[in-house]
């Protein structure tokens, strides 16, 4: 009965046992996006307001990104009107960057990345933002740009 009640109203059923519902506000601001990454399958929502996202068939979390440390950073040089981006980190199977994206005041770009793959790309240079990525290993960091 409660998976009919939840399907009618579009609700989840852990909302409809605990008995509220709340509209939240969605962010203005792109760099305050949230990224929920699934353990299980690497899957990426990305939410620019609070969410109850589920993946797998499991609740997950926002990730809260690390700022990087001077050897973590991704190497980032201006070409044309493009940042270029490399890395030196490992992209073996187990333990890659599994996504890099530029989130600014008003936009993301988002790259997915592949294991055994150099990590090369060009993001438009659209004024300063964050830049962020996801090791699979170590989790999501930050870094401006």
């Known amino acids: 009965m409660l998976g009919a009640i939840s399907a009618?109203?579009?609700?989840?059923?852990?909302?409809?046992?605990?008995?509220?519902?709340?509209?939240?506000?969605?962010?203005?601001?792109?760099?305050?996006?949230?990224?929920?990454?699934?353990?299980?399958?690497?899957?990426?929502?990305?939410?620019?307001?609070s969410a109850s996202v589920s993946c797998c068939g499991r609740t997950l979390e926002a990730m809260t990104a690390k700022k990087a440390a001077p050897e973590e950073k991704l190497h980032a040089e201006v070409i044309e009107n493009d940042w270029f981006l490399t890395s030196d980190h490992p992209m073996e199977k187990d333990n890659y960057i599994s996504f890099v994206a530029f989130a600014a005041g008003d936009n993301i770009y988002l790259y997915k990345q592949?294991?055994?793959?150099?990590?090369?790309?060009?993001?438009?240079?659209?004024?300063?933002?964050?830049?962020?990525?996801?090791?699979?290993?170590k989790g999501l960091f930050y870094m401006y740009l």
């Open 114 to 137: 592949y294991p055994e793959w150099d990590l090369q790309l060009r993001v438009p240079k659209r004024g300063h933002g964050i830049l962020l990525w996801y090791s699979t290993t």
């Open 8 to 49: 009618l109203y579009g609700v989840p059923i852990e909302k409809l046992l605990t008995g509220t519902l709340t509209e939240e506000q969605p962010e203005g601001n792109m760099k305050k996006a949230n990224y929920f990454i699934c353990p299980h399958c690497g899957g990426l929502t990305v939410s620019t307001g």
